[in-house]
Every structure is written in structure tokens, then in C-alpha cells.
Antibody, heavy 120, light 109 residues
Framework: EVQLVESGGGLVKPGGSLRLSCAAS????????MNWVRQAPGKGLEWISS????????YYADSVRGRFTISRDNAQNSLYLQMNSLRGEDTALYFC?????????????WGQGTLVTVSS | EILLTQSPATLSLSPGERATLSCRAS??????LAWYQQKPGQAPRLLIY???KRATGIPARFRGSGSGTDFTLTISSLEPEDFAVYYC???????????FGGGTQVEIK
């Protein structure tokens, strides 16, 4: 069974940092690109970052580029999101997500999310 | 950046009725279009990918169609569990980006 479990969320002051983790199991983690998607309270979905299986290709949404860094450890079956210079508008539920396959749009598996609250 | 506009924002229908949801892209997205369903307190659920392919376990009442810039999700006969928010998503390669639409709330009339 495919499982994605996020952790690391919490309350942080504006300008602060946080590192999110996503533990993957039930599939060959090193064979899939992985993604972070967030959802602000009561709002829609926002894709924020993708990383290819070998970490060669990394992409960010404009809203987080230069502040957030995605990474992965295939040996540990883990995905990470280092978030720096956090702002109030970064307050959201952060999901990690796995696509159907390498070539296909469509996030077939999602974690339950970890909540990040940026407030003084 | 490609923008996705979903309409209507809210769709009020009764169980058994047909639901037609629209997703319009600001430029062509080829076949890189997916649809999701999200219920309160849950992660999104993939329904359709590559415009018209149903994800594993998705009932046949969900159908995706369209091309270029105009896409449609049709639910042929609404079941009680189908009342939820639906999002479309696109992917572009130049520059590499993924975008979600703003969502359509399908509510019980």
C-alpha cells in the first residue's frame, strides 16, 4: 500500500524557517518524481515544487522560488521542503504528492498534509 | 504562466442529475490536464488524468473530455458522495510549471 506521511509543520514567526518531511512507503520511491502542494485555509490548491527521481530537475512556483528548497533522500525514501523567510501568506496545509508515473500529469497519491502557520 | 479558469464557481444540483464542469486554459495545454475531487478535511483525489483517462478505482460516471484550451468534467448521474469541490490541473514544460484551477463546488440543491 502506497503511503505518504508528512511531518514538520507548526507555528513559526514571520521571517522564520521550517523543514517539512514526507516519508514514503509501499512503492519504489527512487523511480518517481515528487511534489509539494499547499492549500491555504478555505482556499484552493497551489502547486509549489517538484523534484525528479534523481534530483536533477527541480522546479518551483514563483511564489516560493528563492525561499523554499525541495530535496529528497532516496535511500531514506524521504522528501523534504526547507522553507525560509516565511510569510503570513505561506500559512497552509502542505501536502506531498506522487504522480501516476513519470510522464503523466496527475497526482495519484497524497499524504494527509502538515499544517504550517506563520504568525507573530 | 498559464491560467486555468473553472466555471461555474458553484453548481447546485440534485442527486441523479448530470453535472458539467468547465476548465479553460489561457493557452493550449495539449493533453496535460487532470481533474481532482476534494471533500472537507481530506486530501484531493485524482479522478482523471491526460484529459480523459480515469484513475484507478474511479467510477465510469466520471468522464473527462476536451482539447487545447477547453476541458470538461462530466458526472453523468450525481451520487450523494459526489458533492464536493473539483479542481483541474495543467502542466507545461516551457517554463516547467503546474497550475490548479480555482475549483468548482458541486453542492446539493
Amino acid at each position: 500500500e502506497v503511503q505518504l506521511v508528512e511531518s514538520g509543520g507548526g507555528l513559526v514567526k514571520p521571517g522564520g524557517s521550517l523543514r517539512l518531511s514526507c516519508a514514503a512507503s509501499g512503492f519504489s520511491f527512487s523511480s518517481y518524481s515528487m511534489n509539494w502542494v499547499r492549500q491555504a485555509p478555505g482556499k484552493g490548491l497551489e502547486w509549489i515544487s517538484s523534484i525528479s527521481p534523481g534530483s536533477r530537475y527541480i522546479y518551483y512556483a514563483d511564489s516560493v522560488r528563492g525561499r523554499f528548497t525541495i530535496s529528497r533522500d532516496n535511500a531514506q525514501n524521504s522528501l523534504y521542503l526547507q522553507m525560509n523567510s516565511l510569510r503570513g501568506e505561506d500559512t497552509a496545509l502542505y501536502f506531498c504528492a506522487r504522480p501516476v508515473d513519470m510522464a503523466t500529469i496527475g497526482f495519484e497519491y497524497w499524504g494527509q498534509g502538515t499544517l504550517v502557520t506563520v504568525s507573530s | 504562466e498559464i491560467l486555468l479558469t473553472q466555471s461555474p464557481a458553484t453548481l447546485s444540483l440534485s442527486p441523479g442529475e448530470r453535472a458539467t464542469l468547465s476548465c479553460r486554459a489561457s493557452q493550449s495545454v495539449s493533453s496535460n490536464l487532470a481533474w481532482y475531487q476534494q471533500k472537507p478535511g481530506q486530501a484531493p483525489r485524482l479522478l482523471i488524468y491526460e484529459v480523459s483517462k480515469r484513475a484507478t478505482g474511479i467510477p465510469a460516471r466520471f468522464r473527462g473530455s476536451g482539447s487545447g484550451t477547453d476541458f470538461t468534467l462530466t458526472i453523468s448521474s450525481l451520487e450523494p458522495e459526489d458533492f464536493a469541490v473539483y479542481y483541474c490541473q495543467q502542466r507545461t514544460s516551457s517554463p516547467p510549471s503546474l497550475t490548479f484551477g480555482g475549483g468548482t463546488q458541486v453542492e446539493i440543491k
